[in-house]
């Protein structure tokens, strides 16, 4: 190995080290507390040195979420690979979001802090663009999904664009994460299942799409029989 491949690993092992510290002070100390001098400490390095790998505090957080979206949209093109119809295919997703949602709470805030204006348009053009760069993969494989089901005839795309069709779940899941982090206010509106309501939501949103074959809203042995489908076939 050459002098230049031996510094470039180096590198990449040392931007990791940060990246695992970082996940791991803002797991054991919040994430509006992280300092990228206590970070620099916790790792032995100078400051400096991290600010060689991260230009602000803001590009490290969206380095923190592009490598948590890896992960995330690994699931999503699990489940529409899945071999299922596309309307399960589609509901599959907003079960693979809450499940991951679910195991990494941290993710979830930090996505929701990471697209706020303070930090996204803050963080360096770069770091935006390999973020979203993750996204395209999963979004065409999405977007595959809402083309075979208008192609067979099972959603109608005369009003909305099949991006329009894949935007409504997304939005469903994005929101309701969004209500889960604010601590206390579904309680206070007497949503004692929200986890669960993601789902009845999901499943009338496409109702109201008219997404073939509609799904019987009251039904909820065969929801959680769905739910628990998907778990053991795609997310197990």
Same mark, same amino acid.
């Given at each position: 190995?050459?002098?230049?491949?031996?510094?470039? =690993?180096?590198?990449?092992?040392?931007?990791?080290?940060?990246?695992?510290? +970082?996940?791991?002070?803002?797991?054991?100390?919040?994430?509006?507390?992280?300092?990228?001098? @206590?970070?620099?400490?916790?790792?032995?390095?100078?400051?400096?040195?991290?600010?060689?790998?991260?230009?602000?505090?803001?590009?490290?957080?969206? +380095?923190?979420?592009?490598? =948590?979206?890896?992960?995330?949209?690994?699931?999503? @093109?699990?489940?529409?690979?899945?071999?299922?119809?596309?309307?399960?295919?589609?509901?599959?997703?907003?079960?693979?979001?809450?499940?991951?949602?679910?195991?990494?709470?941290?993710?979830?805030?930090?996505?929701?802090?990471?697209?706020?204006?303070?930090?996204?348009?803050?963080?360096?053009?770069?770091?935006?663009?390999?973020?979203? +760069?993750?996204?395209?993969?999963?979004?065409? &494989?999405?977007?595959?999904?809402?083309?075979?089901?208008?192609?067979?005839?099972?959603?109608?795309?005369?009003?909305?664009?099949?991006?329009?069709?894949?935007?409504?779940?997304?939005?469903?899941?994005?929101?309701?994460?969004?209500?889960?982090?604010?601590?206390?206010?579904?309680?206070?509106?007497?949503?004692?299942?929200?986890? @669960?309501?993601?789902?009845?939501?999901?499943?009338?949103?496409?109702?109201?799409?008219?997404?073939?074959?509609?799904?019987?809203?009251?039904?909820?042995? &065969?929801?959680?029989?769905?739910?628990?489908?998907?778990?053991?076939?795609?997310?197990?």
């Amino acid at each position: 190995m050459g002098t230049r491949e031996r510094k470039q =690993r180096e590198f990449e092992q040392r931007e990791q080290l940060f990246v695992d510290t +970082a996940r791991r002070l803002i797991r054991e100390e919040g994430l509006l507390t992280l300092q990228m001098a @206590r970070l620099a400490r916790s790792c032995d390095y100078a400051t400096g040195t991290l600010y060689q790998h991260f230009a602000s505090k803001e590009d490290l957080l969206v +380095a923190l979420a592009t490598q =948590r979206l890896r992960e995330h949209c690994a699931l999503f @093109r699990k489940a529409t690979a899945w071999q299922a119809g596309t309307r399960d295919r589609m509901f599959a997703l907003t079960v693979a979001d809450e499940h991951y949602s679910r195991r990494h709470p941290t993710y979830s805030r930090l996505m929701q802090y990471v697209f706020t204006e303070v930090v996204w348009e803050t963080a360096s053009p770069d770091r935006r663009a390999r973020l979203t +760069a993750e996204l395209e993969p999963v979004v065409a &494989a999405i977007t595959g999904v809402v083309e075979q089901a208008v192609a067979a005839d099972e959603v109608k795309s005369d009003v909305l664009s099949t991006h329009e069709l894949m935007l409504g779940p997304w939005a469903v899941c994005h929101g309701m994460q969004s209500l889960l982090q604010t601590r206390g206010l579904l309680e206070q509106l007497a949503i004692r299942a929200p986890r @669960r309501s993601i789902y009845i939501h999901a499943q009338v949103l496409l109702n109201g799409l008219g997404w073939q074959p509609l799904f019987e809203i009251g039904d909820a042995p &065969a929801l959680d029989a769905l739910v628990g489908r998907i778990e053991q076939e795609v997310l197990a």
